[in-house]
């Protein structure tokens, strides 16, 4: 028997403990935007919910993100009421993400590992769901863990490993009902990896009648939810245009995270997109004349179902194209694609996986901040603007815009601020805010939106005699504008947003 050179076992020792340090670090970054951040506008759907005694109502409310609810009424059972406290599932489930990000890159093969894990954990769009109180982190999460061991089930054809990742994708869709186009397509290659199985016919039955009795039984009890939930008009977010506008393009937007220009980070992720819509096509092709499945095969395949999938609900049903969080489980398909079926045979190859690990890895360092989440940016100042306005010795009556109540309120109920008093003076889509992200297109709200403020519009807001005002910086603009006294108190540059006093002109 050979021995392993010294040298050999020296780099493997310091490979692993440079993969241990940075998924610790990466966890670590999302434990500190856990307890730090601003609680957000969505964020308080989600603790309403959880709060409330129709918490297991799954029908009446999208936010009711199933498995997230449980949890973090769990949290709240055994902590007190905190951002962190709230947030501590998704933070858990940022383990489970590294945790099979680092299997699926060590099952992939140790060449592959370094990139797998940091490829996997440099969108910081991405990793931005993980510190906060909604479903998205658990789905992605469990995703990963389904997606481990479909391969795992490639390998060895033992139907525990095809039972284990229907269930861990049966727990993604209960985090997030946006992974249901996910679960259906992994049925599919669950089904296909079982038919090319070189196996009896007997244990091939068995298996197959294990996946579709677990799926029926899934389906059977969700589907009516799904139906219920669209025909009740919950299911409102998303795109209405196209795949790869609202799908490949919004997620480029939220790519360049505010660091690279909208256009880049759309050219960027439409660039890679392509690329492993290309691979995934010729693998998926090859597959199914060979009959032969490789790791990117399986990947591949269902890259292509799931892009398939909404295209098909929005032709059969009407659905709306996912966009945003709402279209973040193609991420990590997308990334593992490129990184299977780009072999490392070539330099050009070589060059591209190591330039694109590099370049994703100096976006993510660029886009570390312990001040806000892309989606959620307005929302970022919230606890400051409460802190400040608590240390005033009176009665505080203040006016805010639509966007700002539900997380001042919350704060205002955190601190026991009885005496502080919060009025809407703007309401929801009254104005174009040109939020990047923040489009009324998102929420069919486009068109009601006004672009600018009259002198009869400002008069409505500083009649209501509030003694400060929280506004975005556009109605603080157009108010100047229009001659009314605006004193700054604070301005938030991040928020995009003023805290000010308010009169009308003489």
Not at 50 to 62: K, L, Q, V
Not at 341 to 359: A, D, I, P
Request: charged residues 15%; aromatic residues 16%.
């Amino acid at each position: 028997m050979s021995r392993i050179p010294k040298a050999q076992i020296s780099q493997f020792l310091v490979s692993r403990s440079f993969m241990v340090f940075y998924a610790l670090a990466v966890f670590t970054y999302v434990l500190l935007r856990s307890y730090n951040l601003s609680y957000t506008f969505d964020e308080i759907s989600s603790m309403q919910i959880a709060n409330g005694d129709d918490w297991y109502m799954f029908t009446t409310n999208s936010n009711n993100h199933i498995l997230n609810t449980a949890l973090m009424r769990a949290s709240l059972w055994l902590f007190d009421v905190s951002e962190f406290t709230l947030r501590l599932p998704n933070a858990l489930g940022c383990l489970f993400f590294l945790g099979f990000a680092y299997k699926i890159g060590h099952f992939l093969g140790n060449k592959k590992l370094f990139f797998t894990l940091v490829l996997l954990t440099t969108m910081p769009f991405l990793i931005d769901f993980f510190s906060l109180a909604r479903g998205y982190g658990l789905a992605l999460g469990f995703m990963l863990a389904s997606l481990y061991y479909a391969l795992k089930y490639r390998q060895s054809k033992h139907v525990l490993l095809a039972l284990a990742s229907t269930l861990f994708a049966m727990l993604a869709v209960l985090s997030n009902f946006t992974l249901f186009n996910y679960f259906l397509a992994l049925i599919c290659v669950l089904l296909f990896i079982t038919f090319l199985a070189d196996h009896s016919r007997v244990k091939k039955l068995i298996s197959i009648l294990v996946i579709l009795t677990t799926t029926g039984i899934f389906l059977y009890t969700l589907t009516p939810l799904l139906f219920e939930l669209k025909n009740g008009g919950q299911l409102y977010f998303g795109g209405r245009t196209g795949f790869v506008y609202d799908v490949v393009y919004s997620l480029g937007r939220c790519f360049a995270y505010n660091q690279l220009s909208v256009g880049l980070g759309e050219f960027l992720f439409a660039l890679l997109f392509g690329l492993a819509g290309i691979i995934a096509l010729w693998s998926s092709i090859r597959a199914l004349f060979k009959r032969q499945l490789t790791s990117n095969a399986i990947l591949s395949i269902l890259f292509v179902l799931c892009c398939i999938a909404p295209i098909l609900q929005h032709l059969l049903f009407d659905t709306n194209y996912p966009a945003e969080r709402t279209a973040a489980m193609y991420y990590p398909l997308i990334i593992l694609v490129l990184i299977t079926g780009l072999k490392r045979e070539t330099q050009t190859q070589k060059w591209f996986l190591n330039g694109m690990t590099v370049l994703f890895a100096l976006h993510f360092a660029f886009s570390i901040n312990l001040q806000s989440f892309y989606s959620w940016r307005f929302d970022s100042e919230s606890k400051t603007v409460v802190e400040i306005l608590n240390k005033e010795p009176k009665e505080i009556h203040l006016g805010v815009d639509y966007l700002y109540m539900p997380s001042l309120h919350f704060y205002r109920q955190l601190e026991e601020m009885h005496d502080f008093h919060i009025e809407q003076v703007v309401d929801c889509w009254e104005y174009d805010l040109n939020l990047e992200e923040l489009d009324p297109y998102y929420f069919g709200a486009g068109e009601s939106s006004k672009t600018g403020l009259t002198y009869k519009d400002g008069m409505k807001i500083a009649s209501s005699n509030m003694d400060y005002y929280y506004l975005h910086q556009f109605v603080v603009d157009e108010l100047k504008r229009l001659n009314f006294k605006v004193k700054t108190i604070a301005r938030y540059d991040n928020a995009r947003s003023s805290l000010i006093t308010l009169r009308a002109p003489q």
